[in-house]
């Protein structure tokens, strides 16, 4: 290990002139550092590539400058830009014979090529040679490239070779031979299905490490397909106990524990073969209570052996003895200070809960806890843990918590996650209508568009079906609260697009329907919604098709229909509207006010959303009109396959159909065979598939014309004329709104078709009498103690809450906190995290820090340097604790002392006059270096210690100032050990 | 599995990225700026869990470093966390008392130690004397390769003369 350091010390910093690059890419990597803003970094990299671009192709460049450009094509890459350039350049170095050369072009393009990248085929044949190497770390590069860039279609040129290398006499090549079979697998689990034996073969190599490695792929084999691998569950279980009872190889220790990394994927594994089999569970009980019981709980990884337990525990056929343990840990971890134990506590809680919910009930204080805790995350995971237990007795107030926590957040995936999850407990759970409707309003209000539009589909058709029980009051009780609750809502500002297109339904639909509101308050309410989001066409579509419900449902029950003068000057209005769908709508609706209440009621029937629409697609209905005219002398209709000598619209329409799905240019003549097939397929489905699904979406509109001839008896010729027009604007553009417009008058044509239903007049829905009981809850659950009393609706009775609460804290053993803190304490990680708030580390670019002292002060610094390198002094930092609070403000002081002396000095620490110091490093190599310097990092060559060192870092600050990278002494950052 | 990895400094600075799943270029910036914009705006005594995206993202901090992988929605996170301390060990080890230097100049070395260490998203190797070992195989067939070196050393000769 001695040696390894030595090497890496030397390859890192001693040999080839500092760090092993040129000049010029050291200058590269320094001005990046110094970059004050993302905009300058951008110029500088850019004006790099220029220089790569122009310096790349230039002939007979020497091998070692070309592997520094692949080098610092990868530096570009990694900085977010393109260096597609240079990718070719990358794939002819791997064809090189030189290993290092070899291992810089593999390394490149494994960082620049994804698997379906076109140079791939390149590269194919050199893998091909190189698996056949004997050296076996050609053969280890070239593994490493196949499990990156292999794809499916090029998995049989390697497959043979690679299946061969899992006999190779070297352990690491037969470990990254399973990883890349494993790969292979991922990718196209057909290609390697019948060398799935292998897997198995391996799981018995001598070498910990491959068997290690086994264990991936068969954790996926395992997920897929249980029952096949029942006969292992011996095997592994007797792996884990060898793990568990010490008897794999030291090196496989991590922080005490025996091969913790190993241990967690064994018992994933057991977690799934154990699953609903008794029987293979029983074989693990032991093993697993073993482990239990040795696990070292003061240990970060310790713990994380044991969180894999209690997955394992909850996951297996249960055992009580097991849960017992497993509750314990659990206890542990949600008692326990540090907020990853914490995080990993309520997940465990969460899996635990489905086999015995009381245990959620011990902790339901600390549960609260982690709800009302700052960190974000961590109340994810509560709400996580919630959203599992939630019953119809505590659904009103986690949907009620979930939806405060909604309120506040910014983040859209999580937002959209959590109303979704809100919407499905209140379908699911809802203890009344009118607590279902508020949820649903309030969800809609503040999730706004973020919701799916399937919920809201969702939402109108569970208005419209009510909640399927034969109970017809308890329906129209249900319409009339959302009614009321939606024409209170309607006036307020910035409504989501969604809600309102569901309040307009709703309004449309049911808005008259008890009789309370009268026809010209709602459609008045309607047509301010529509005044109001004059830019959403969408909701203006839904408003203008409720209106004409409205007007229908009056001329049908035999009222005078008075249309408001605001309500006609919105319909004049959007007659002229740049959208046909608009128009069309507002047409129909002028058409149906002047019919008879006969003829309303069969087009427009009320409550009819729910009923089956019969669609006659033959047009018979048409029959005798089509009959009059052709008597009349009209050309007779030829069906479009029967067109042969026209080219017109049929071709462009299928045509346009096609490019429409399939998302412009057409690849196919170009591709493979192969890929082509499912290509020409694709649109096929697609449109099949669009056609059932009632979401407004860009590709619908074919069927939405069929749907509308139907209802709205405008002639044929009119719609065709327009399908023609639609089609020419997909064709030229992307779908754009006219389609999705034209959608929403699909999906509010279906409800055209009605059927009549009494009208219930009389409400008996109290809204006041609602809103009291709602805000009784609330304040039930809020007044003091607030804690128990949430936690009492949450996990259950108040009495038995309280009477639980006081007993889980005398359960708390007085001492355990403590000394979970003080072990804790004796982890580095916790250190470093203990360390930093009282030493706040100071930035790398940050300005300022009033450590520098300005001019030169006349301490020579070099006496400094030796006073520190004393050996007592040494001896003193060796104690590792010590080293991040207390040594390492000296070296800053150290730094920071330094004066401008001499030429060359002054040269080296412009920061220190100028201040401009928010350098990672200043100053350029300087000829003139100091031998001082030099002596300080020879005298000590050979003797490293492990650990956060202060001879180290002289060594590394004196290495570095030589090459020209100065730190400024407000960047004592970058040569703090990563582990101190 | 481990989607990406990724090394950023306090400053939002990329130190390093690996990325096992595909991401095009104009993702992969979209992503670092996301995730170093959550992560580095975090408290010091929050969880190293940030949940993202459906996926969860472990980072850890290390003097002015943050190291982040990125894993599934069931994976261990506290197991990820000491992949991480795992990784930095054996970069600590190699090149003795690691720090972000070490890094910012040698990154392509820190990558060939991430790939004996992960492999296609998996952790591969558990053991530090294997990694360690690879890595030094493969270290001095590149030694003998490289002659002209040293300027270092030439000069700590002569200043000791």
């Known amino acids: 290990m001695e040696q390894l350091k030595t090497i890496g010390r030397e390859l890192a910093m001693g040999s080839q002139g500092g760090f092993g690059q040129s000049k010029e890419f050291l200058d590269l990597v320094k001005s990046i550092g110094e970059a004050r803003s993302k905009a300058e970094e951008d110029r500088i990299v850019l004006s790099e590539i220029e220089t790569l671009k122009r310096r790349i192709v230039e002939p007979d460049i020497p091998r070692r400058k070309m592997k520094e450009y692949i080098i610092r094509l990868v530096y570009v890459e990694m900085l977010g830009h393109d260096a597609s350039f240079g990718y070719i350049h990358a794939v002819k170095m791997t064809h090189n014979d030189n290993l290092l050369l070899k291992r810089t072009g593999y390394l490149a393009v494994t960082l620049f090529l994804n698997e379906d990248h076109d140079l791939i085929i390149l590269i194919v044949n050199t893998i091909q040679k190189d698996l056949k190497s004997d050296n076996y770390l050609i053969v280890c590069a070239a593994l490493n490239v ?17 299946v061969e290398l899992l006999g190779h006499s070297k352990e690491a090549v037969r470990k990254k031979a399973i990883m890349a079979l494993h790969r292979f697998y991922q990718k196209s689990p057909s290609s390697v299905s019948h060398l799935v034996s292998n897997f198995r073969k391996r799981l018995c190599d001598n070498d910990p490490g491959v068997m290690g490695a086994t264990l991936c792929p068969l954790f996926d084999l395992i997920t897929i397909d249980v029952n096949s691998y029942k006969d292992l569950v011996v095997s592994f279980v007797s792996i884990l106990k060898q793990i568990a009872e010490r008897r794999l190889p030291k090196s496989y220790d991590y922080h005490q524990m025996p091969a913790p ?65 497993a509750a314990d840990v659990i206890a542990r971890f949600l008692k326990s200070d540090s ?72 983040d859209n995936h999580y937002k959209t996650e959590i109303a979704s999850r809100c919407v499905e407990l209140a379908e699911q759970f809802a203890p009344s209508n009118h607590w279902f409707i508020q949820t649903m309003n309030r969800v809609f209000e503040h999730a706004g568009d973020l919701v799916k539009s399937k919920v809201a589909h969702n939402l109108m058709r569970l208005i419209a079906e009510g909640f399927g029980e034969e109970d017809d009051t308890a329906d129209s009780q249900l319409r009339s609260s959302a009614v009321e609750s939606y024409l209170r809502i309607i006036g307020e500002p910035k409504l989501p697009s969604l809600f309102l297109q569901v309040i307009c339904w709703v309004l449309g639909e049911y808005g008259t329907a008890d009789g309370k509101f009268s026809a010209s308050y709602v459609t008045g309410k309607l047509c301010d919604v529509a005044d109001a989001y004059s830019n959403d066409e969408i909701v203006k579509s839904y408003a203008v098709t409720a209106l004409m419900k409205l007007f229908v449902f009056e001329i049908a029950a035999g009222r005078k229909v008075d249309i408001l003068p605001e309500c006609q000057s919105l319909i004049e209005e959007l007659s002229a509207s740049h959208s046909t769908d608009l128009q069309q709508r507002v047409y129909e609706l002028q058409a149906i006010i002047g019919l008879d209440a006969h003829a309303v009621e069969c087009i427009l029937p009320s409550d009819a959303s729910c009923e089956d629409i019969e669609i006659d697609k033959n047009l018979s209905f048409l029959n005798d009109y089509v009959q009059q005219s052709l008597e009349k002398g009209a050309q007779p209709y030829i069906p479009e396959s029967e067109r042969s000598g026209m080219l017109d619209i049929s071709n462009f329409r299928s045509q346009d159909q096609h ?111 609602r809103e009291a009981s709602y805000d009784l809850k609330k304040t039930q659950v809020e007044i003091s103690p607030e804690k128990q009393k949430l936690a009492a609706s949450l996990f259950g009775g108040t009495s038995k809450s309280e009477r639980r609460a006081s007993s889980t804290g005398h359960k708390v053993p007085k001492g355990s906190s403590h000394v979970l803190k003080s072990t804790a304490g004796s982890t580095t990680d916790v250190l470093v995290e203990k360390t930093t708030p009282v030493q706040p580390p100071p930035d790398l670019l940050d300005l300022g820090e009033p450590t520098l002292k300005d001019g030169p002060s006349s301490v020579d610094p070099f006496k400094q340097l030796e006073e520190l390198l004393d050996p007592t002094q040494l001896g003193s930092s060796a104690n590792p604790g010590i080293v991040g609070s207390t040594s390492a403000p000296d070296i800053m002081q150290l730094y920071s002392d330094k004066p401008a002396s001499g030429q060359s000095g002054g040269f080296m620490y412009p920061s220190s006059s100028n201040r401009s110091d928010d350098n990672l490093v200043s100053g350029l190599a300087n000829a003139t270096t100091d031998s001082a310097h030099n002596i300080t990092a020879a005298a000590h060559p050979s003797q490293f210690s492990k650990g956060p060192n202060l001879k180290d870092s002289l060594e590394k600050d004196a290495l570095v100032r030589q090459m020209g990278v100065t730190p400024s002494s407000q960047n004592p950052n970058l040569f703090k050990d990563l582990l101190g | 599995m481990i989607h990406f990895v990724l090394l950023i400094s306090r400053q939002g600075k990329v130190r390093l990225t690996k990325w096992y799943s595909p991401y095009s ?19 010091p005594k929050l969880c190293n869990f940030v949940e993202w995206r459906g996926y969860k993202v472990v980072y850890k901090r290390y003097a002015s470093l943050y190291f982040c992988m990125c894993i599934d929605q069931d994976d261990n996170e506290l197991e990820v966390l000491e992949i991480i301390h795992h990784y930095v060990e054996i970069l600590d080890r190699y090149f003795g008392s690691v720090c972000e230097l070490d890094l910012i100049f040698n990154f392509h070395k820190a990558y060939y130690i991430l790939d004996e260490l992960l492999i296609a998203g998996e952790l591969q190797e558990s053991s530090k004397k294997t990694v360690a070992r690879l890595i030094a195989a493969q270290d001095s067939l590149v030694e003998s390769a490289k002659e002209q070196a040293s300027s270092i050393s030439n000069i700590i000769a002569q200043a000791t003369k």
């Open chain 1, 659 to 769: 490019e429409a799905s399939t998302h412009g240019l057409r690849f196919e003549a170009y591709e493979l065979p192969k890929p082509s097939v499912p290509s020409r397929t694709t649109p096929v489905s697609l449109a099949s598939s669009t056609e059932l699904v009632p979401v407004p979406e860009p590709s619908y509109h074919r069927e939405v014309q069929q749907a509308a001839t139907v209802p709205s008896s405008s002639d044929t010729g009119s719609s065709e004329v327009k399908l023609r027009l639609d089609g020419v604007q997909k064709k030229w553009g992307r779908p754009t709104y006219s389609s999705s417009a034209a959608s929403t008058s699909n999906s509010s044509s279906q409800n055209t078709v009605y059927e009549v239903t009494p009208v219930d007049g009389s409400s008996n829905v109290n809204s006041k009498a």
């Open chain 1, 146 to 162: 196949v499990c990156k860039l292999i794809n499916e279609e090029t998995i049989p040129a390697v497959l043979p070779q690679v």
């Open chain 1, 261 to 325: 990394f190993i241990q967690i994927k064994l018992l994933k594994i057991l977690a799934l073969l154990g699953s609903g089999d008794k029987q293979a569970s029983e074989h693990m009980y032991t093993v697993v209570g073993d482990i239990f019981r040795k696990c070292d709980s003061s240990s970060n990884i310790g713990n994380a052996v044991l969180y894999e337990c209690i997955s394992c525990v909850s996951a297996i056929y249960p055992n009580a003895k097991l849960l017992e343990a």
């Open chain 2, 25 to 43: 270029q104009k993702e992969r910036t979209k992503v670092i700026r996301e995730l170093s914009g959550v992560i580095l705006s975090r408290g």
């Open chain 1, 339 to 410: 907020h990853n134990l914490k995080y990993m506590g309520i997940d465990a809680l969460g899996r635990l809960i489905k086999l015995s919910p009381e245990v959620a009930e011990q902790h339901q204080l600390a549960v609260i806890d982690c709800l009302e805790d700052p960190d974000d995350t961590l109340k994810r995971k509560t709400f996580e843990l919630l959203y599992k237990m939630t019953k119809s007795s505590n659904v009103e107030v986690i949907v009620d918590r979930m939806i405060d926590y909604m309120i506040n957040i910014n």
